[in-house]
T-cell receptor, first 112, second 110 residues
């Protein structure tokens, strides 16, 4: 078990482009979370899944953001028409049950 | 008012001192209380969690939850320079998402 894996580690994109991030959780974990973190702030909740079902999406998240977890395994987070304000670290975490979430190292997005 | 409030610091203490980190919260439904440590450019790692009120000890770390005051604490004894990091409190209601505080930056001075 190699922990939670996120790909890519870094992404630089031009404003207006679409980007997609991938998260591979710990294999037996049924919950998967996506968070966004900017400098000096704590992780901000974006969305989470229980198996393949998306249980909640943050009200702060615009329609440009979408996440999927097909077959309850890996997950993707897509941002359409990126804006400079989307620049942040995107963190994925997984857990078996409610607590003890294990985080990946994150994908750092820079929108230029 | 944010659901979870945490002083961002920075907090600087000499090596060997006892460190006290705290969070307050507003949602009385929170039942799970967690502390994560995050080093620069890394993902958070779970240090400890408690369910409902009470204390929990793990080595040099002690977590306390006072639900009547909506206040949680993390104490670090015999602090080491390697403890320098950002400490995040996190909370969750039953069968719900995990909400994080802003994090407190801690510096242990050799």
């Amino acid at each position: 078990d190699t922990g939670v894996s996120q790909d890519p580690r870094h992404k630089i994109t031009k404003r207006g482009q679409n980007v997609t991030f991938r998260c591979d959780p710990i294999s037996e974990h049924n919950r998967l979370y996506w968070y966004r973190q900017t400098l000096g702030q704590g992780p901000e909740f974006l969305t989470y899944f229980q198996n393949e079902a998306q249980l909640e999406k943050s009200r702060l998240l615009s329609d440009r953001f979408s996440a999927e977890r097909p077959k309850g395994s890996f997950s993707t987070l897509e941002i359409q028409r990126t804006e400079q304000g989307d620049s942040a670290m995107y963190l994925c975490a997984s857990s078996l049950g409610q607590v003890t979430a294990t985080f990946g190292s994150g994908t750092r997005l820079t929108v230029v | 008012q944010k659901e979870v409030e945490q002083d961002p610091g920075p907090l600087s203490v000499p090596e060997g001192a006892i460190v006290s980190l705290n969070c307050t919260y507003s949602n009385s439904a929170f039942q799970y209380f967690m502390w994560y440590r995050q080093y620069s450019r890394k993902g958070p790692e779970l240090l400890m969690y408690t369910y409902s009120s009470g204390n929990k000890e793990d080595g040099r770390f002690t977590a306390q939850v006072d639900k009547s005051s909506k206040y949680i604490s993390l104490f670090i004894r015999d602090s080491q320079p390697s403890d320098s990091a950002t400490y995040l409190c996190a909370m969750s209601a039953e069968d719900d998402k995990i909400i994080f505080g802003k994090g407190t930056r801690l510096h242990i001075l050799p």
